[in-house]
C-alpha cells in the first residue's frame, strides 16, 4: 500500500507533546521521522514508565514509526552533524523557545543557510512575537490563561482538564501546517515556518465564549457539568454508575420531553422555549433527567436514550474505556510489542482515517539511540567516525 507522504525526511527536535505528536502523525503516513534527542535520554522518553528500560506510555504513544538518533548539537561536532542531517531532510520541528532554537541554530534563518527550501515546523507556548514570547509553559498554562480552567467547575473552584488537549491540538494544527507548507514547496520550491502556540490553540477552542463575552460581556461563570446554551447537557448518576447526555436543538429536546412522559409541560413553558432558554435554566431540566437516571442502571438508561435518538455515554474508567465493545471492534488502539512490557502497549493509531493511503503504524517507538549508527551512515559518516563521536560524548 502506497504512503502519501513516503520519501520526506523529518528531523525531530521536539519533547513531550506538540512537536513529538506531530512528527507521529507524519511518520504514520510514510515520513521518516528521526528523532533527535540527547545521549541520556529526554526527560519526556521517562515520564510515568511501563517499561523495564524506562519508557513511559506518552513516550510510546508520540514516537511510534520513528528513528532514534542519539546527538548533542551544542558541541562542535554535533552541530556538523545536524548540518548534514539538515541537508537531507524536509522538515525539522522542534517544539522550543525562539531564543533555544537560536542557541541550537535551528531557528530559521540558520537552517536556511544549510537548505534553502527547508520547513521548520516550531511550536512554543506563547508564540514568537509579544510579551510572553520568552516564558515558558506547558498545556495547563494554555488552559489557565485561555478562560477555560476559570469556566470548568465551579465558582469559586477552578478545575483544569486532565487530558493535554491544548497539546494535542496544536500538534494537530502544526501537522495539517506541515503539510500545506509541503504541497506549497511542491509548487513554488520555497521553504516557510510553520508556528503554533499553545494559548493560541487554547484561545481559539474557547472562541466562542470569548466572542460572546466580548459581544455581550455576559460573564458567565462556570455551572459544574451542566452545560450554559443547552439542556439537559450534563453527568447524571445512575444505579450504578454516571452517564452524560447531551440535548442541543429543539428537535433533540422534544425528544427529550417525551421521553421523560410529561411533554407538554416541558413544551409549552416559556423558560424552556429554545436552547438559550434551557441553558439559563438547566437546573430544574437536570433535576428531571437526574430523577429519570436514578430509576435505571446505566445500560437500560443508554438504551432507552439511544432508542429516542439522544446523544448520551456512560461515563468509563480508563480500564472500561479499553474494555469496551465499540473500541475492542474498531481496533483503534493497536497493540504494540515494546522490550520491557509485560504486555503490549494499545497504540492510538491515527485519528484519521484516508481510504486509499491510511497511516498505520508499523514500528515502536524506538530504543534510545537505537538507530544512531543507521541514520549518520545514511549522511556520509564511516564506522570510525561514529566511533569517533561516541569517544567524544558528542552521540
Excluded at 561536532?77 to 520541528?93: H, N, P, Q, S, Y
Excluded at 482515517?353 to 515502536?364: A, Q
Aim: glycine share 10%; hydrophobic share 40%; net charge negative.
Amino acid at each position: 500500500m502506497s504512503q502519501v507522504l513516503a520519501g520526506v525526511r523529518v528531523l525531530d527536535f521536539g519533547r513531550y507533546i506538540a512537536g513529538p505528536y506531530c512528527g507521529a502523525l507524519l511518520a504514520d503516513y510514510g515520513a521518516e521521522v528521526i528523532r533527535i534527542e540527547k545521549r541520556n535520554g529526554g526527560e519526556d522518553r521517562f515520564l510515568a514508565p511501563v517499561s523495564d528500560t524506562g519508557a513511559g506510555g506518552l513516550f510510546m504513544q508520540m514516537n511510534r514509526n520513528k528513528k532514534s538518533v542519539t546527538l548533542d548539537p551544542m558541541k562542535p561536532a554535533g552541530a556538523e552533524a545536524v548540518r548534514r542531517l539538515v541537508a537531507t531532510a524536509d522538515v525539522v520541528i522542534a517544539n522550543l523557545p525562539a531564543s533555544t532554537l537560536k542557541a541550537m541554530k535551528l531557528d530559521y534563518d540558520s537552517l536556511r543557510t544549510t537548505k534553502d527550501n527547508i520547513i521548520l515546523a516550531t511550536a512554543s507556548a506563547f508564540g514568537a512575537t509579544g510579551p510572553y514570547a520568552e516564558r515558558v509553559g506547558f498545556d495547563s498554562i494554555g488552559q489557565a490563561m485561555s478562560g477555560a480552567v476559570y469556566m470548568t467547575g465551579e465558582p469559586g473552584e477552578p478545575y483544569r482538564a486532565s487530558v493535554p488537549y491544548v497539546d494535542f491540538g496544536t500538534a494537530l494544527a502544526l501537522a495539517f501546517g506541515t503539510l500545506a507548507a509541503l504541497m506549497e514547496r511542491g509548487r513554488t520550491g520555497k521553504g516557510q515556518v510553520v508556528e503554533g502556540a499553545l494559548l493560541r490553540t487554547a484561545l481559539n477552542m474557547m472562541g466562542p465564549a470569548l466572542i460572546e463575552q466580548a459581544v455581550l460581556k455576559i460573564d458567565r461563570i462556570p455551572t459544574g457539568n451542566r452545560g450554559q446554551t443547552s439542556a439537559p447537557s450534563d453527568i447524571l448518576p445512575t444505579k450504578d454508575g454516571f452517564v452524560l447526555v447531551a440535548v442541543v436543538g429543539q428537535p433533540l429536546f422534544e425528544r427529550w420531553a417525551k421521553l421523560m412522559g410529561d411533554a407538554d409541560t416541558w413544551l409549552n413553558d416559556p423558560r424552556f422555549k429554545d436552547d438559550l432558554a434551557r441553558g439559563d435554566n438547566a437546573i430544574a431540566i437536570s433535576a428531571r433527567m437526574r430523577e429519570w437516571c436514578a430509576e435505571r442502571t446505566t445500560a437500560e438508561a443508554i438504551a432507552a436514550l439511544e432508542a429516542a435518538r439522544i446523544p448520551a455515554g456512560p461515563v468509563l474508567s480508563l480500564q472500561q474505556a479499553l474494555d469496551d465493545e465499540h473500541v475492542v471492534a474498531t481496533g483503534y488502539l493497536q497493540p504494540v510489542e515494546y522490550p520491557g512490557t509485560r504486555v503490549p502497549a494499545p497504540v492510538p493509531r491515527s485519528p484519521v482515517y484516508l481510504s486509499e493511503t491510511p497511516g498505520e503504524i508499523r514500528t515502536r517507538a524506538p530504543l534510545l539511540g537505537e538507530h544512531t549508527d543507521e541514520v549518520l551512515t545514511s549522511v556520509g559518516y564511516s564506522k570510525e567516525e561514529i566511533a569517533g563521536l561516541r569517544e567524544k560524548g558528542v552521540v
